[in-house]
């Protein structure tokens, strides 16, 4: 039986053993979205969430973000249970801070295309995005994805989860910050 390798079998049933292996994976996709305070869409594609020049309604009004922003995040956690965490320090020009009760994060209660989340998942609170461990998002047992959306202000609209407001006199200059997302594992 000249060509047929090293393994010859005949027989009226032959099993053959068959395997692969698929790597598990723990990562995190990102998209931003940047609107101006009307709704309108003005980057589908932001690689920073640049609130923009903060101005009031009035010449003594509080101030808030000339935009705002949209993020979603894309676990893929080989469908372990996960959770979504972000970090981020208060934005500062280096003597001064906006202040933390101005600067909210909203989850969605859907995901990005307004499905609800899959069972047994839960999603954070509105409250200040300053902070060094938010939790926004935990996908329950089974792990599933879903595209998990939240909004991003500088707001004092206590209506839009503002505690604080950014006075008209706050000190001017050039606030920044960072914020980090994460995925981690819980078991």
């Known amino acids: 039986m000249a ?16 395997n692969a292996t698929v790597q598990s994976q723990l990562e995190l996709g990102l998209e931003i979205r940047q609107y101006r305070n009307d709704g309108s869409v003005v980057n589908y594609g932001a690689s920073q969430m640049a ?11 509080p101030l808030r973000g000339e935009y705002y922003f949209d993020v979603y995040l ?17 934005l500062t020009n280096g003597t001064q801070t906006i202040p933390t009760g101005a600067c909210v994060v909203t989850p969605w209660p859907t ?26 998002y935990e996908s329950g047992p ?22 604080e407001t950014v006075p008209y006199d706050q ?16 078991s």
């Open 171 to 186: 000190a001017g200059g050039s606030y920044a910050s960072t914020i980090t997302f994460q995925i981690e594992l819980v």
């Open 3 to 18: 060509g047929l390798g090293n393994s010859v079998q005949a027989a009226e049933q032959v099993t053959v053993p068959m």
């Open 142 to 163: 089974s792990g599933a994805y879903a595209p998990v959306a939240m909004t991003y202000a500088i707001t004092s609209a206590a209506n839009a989860g503002a505690t």
């Open 111 to 136: 995901d990005k295309n307004g499905q609800a989340y899959p069972a047994g998942a839960s999603i954070g609170t509105r409250s200040s995005f300053v902070g060094p461990k938010k939790v926004l």
């Open 51 to 61: 609130f923009g020049t903060l101005r009031g309604d009035g010449s003594r009004e």
């Open 74 to 90: 894309h676990p893929s956690s080989s469908s372990r249970p996960y959770r979504l965490t972000q970090a981020a320090p208060a």
